[in-house]
């Protein structure tokens, strides 16, 4: 409980901060129904990565609290591009320390999947 109350209040944090670069005048309130808006969308069927439902959620949430539609899209989006940045300089970095390469992964699964073609064969 103590790791997924520092998740979400980091999570918090990360969304105020964002929300505050588009809305000097964001309370942390904000931050917290941001972040909600977010996790319902994200729980909602979708395209994988929640694309849309996503900004939906959250562009919607901050239309409510502050009814400018174009710049709340504009924060989602931006929230959006600083998720995909984190995961991909993340793992990137996790790749390298394991000394892997996206290709390299791509060819071991290549081959794991042809050895179970051949070897699941009814022949």
């Not at 918090?12 to 977010?38: E, K, S, V």
């Not at 996503?54 to 901050?62: I, P, R, S, V, Y």
């Not at 995909?84 to 320390?97: D, E, N, Q």
Request: net charge neutral.
């Amino acid at each position: 409980m103590f790791w997924m109350a520092i998740n979400w209040g980091i999570a918090i944090i990360n969304y105020y901060l964002i929300i505050r670069a588009f809305f000097p005048q964001t309370q942390l309130t904000w931050g917290m129904f941001g972040l909600g808006a977010a996790a319902f969308g994200g729980a909602v069927p979708s395209l994988p990565g929640a694309v849309g439902t996503f900004e939906g959620a959250f562009g919607g949430a901050l239309t409510l609290l502050t009814g400018d539609q174009s710049t709340s899209l504009a924060v989602a989006l931006t929230s959006r591009f600083f998720n995909y940045l984190t995961s991909i300089v993340l793992g990137g970095y996790a790749l390298a320390r394991e000394g892997q390469t996206l290709s390299g992964i791509y060819e071991q699964l290549a081959r794991f999947r042809s050895k179970g073609e051949t070897n699941d064969s009814p022949l």
